[in-house]
């Protein structure tokens, strides 16, 4: 099983889904991701390509790369459970009230493998900036994004970029109690 080069708050997530992705000596710097080469963008997007894949395995709607151990402000997600989009060092803001949300995450499971619930207050409308790397192009590329995104395309971006910021849904949530 794979752990954490340095101690994080996804921990956790290790133990539910072993994963080394990437050996992170062949990655590069994070501070230098923006002026990659074209090798670093085809390796970022090999990365990607594998976070959705175990995404996908796990029925997740995204995966940031702290939670497989690589310590990149980079994630996946999707709404549509079929094309992911892949964006890193972002940012959000919102004018609006907070509505609360219903999360859970693949980080935060129960003993027996069952992903916990939290409801968190998150900006159904907000303002995305940051990079894309365009994983379905050929080659990949890296483009800046200045979005807005709504609904639970926006809620999932900011759960993920929380990741990045070392905060969990239980740092900020109240557990409940979903019945199947």
Not at 36 to 57: I, Y
Request: glycine fraction near 6%; charged fraction near 25%; hydrophobic fraction near 40%.
């Amino acid at each position: 099983m794979a752990e954490h080069e340095s101690a994080s708050s996804d921990a956790p997530f290790q133990k539910w889904l072993p994963l080394r992705v990437v050996d992170i000596s062949e990655m590069p710097h994070p501070s230098k991701i923006a002026d990659a080469s074209m090798q670093d963008v085809a390796f970022l997007a090999s990365l990607a390509k594998k976070m959705v894949s175990l995404c996908m395995k796990n029925h997740g709607v995204g995966l940031a790369a702290v939670q497989c151990g690589i310590p990149l402000k980079l994630f996946i997600t999707s709404i549509d459970g079929l094309t992911f989009r892949c964006f890193f060092d972002m940012e959000y803001m919102s004018e609006e009230k907070k509505q609360d949300s219903l999360e859970g995450c693949l980080s935060i499971k129960d003993k027996k493998g069952n992903m916990r619930r939290f409801l968190v207050k998150r900006f159904n409308h907000a303002n995305f900036s940051g990079k894309e790397i365009l994983l379905y192009d050929t080659p990949p590329a890296i483009v800046d994004v200045r979005e807005a995104f709504t609904g639970l395309f926006s809620v999932v971006c900011q759960h993920e970029i929380d990741h990045h910021n070392g905060i969990l849904i239980s740092d900020h949530g109240k557990e409940v109690e979903v019945v199947n």
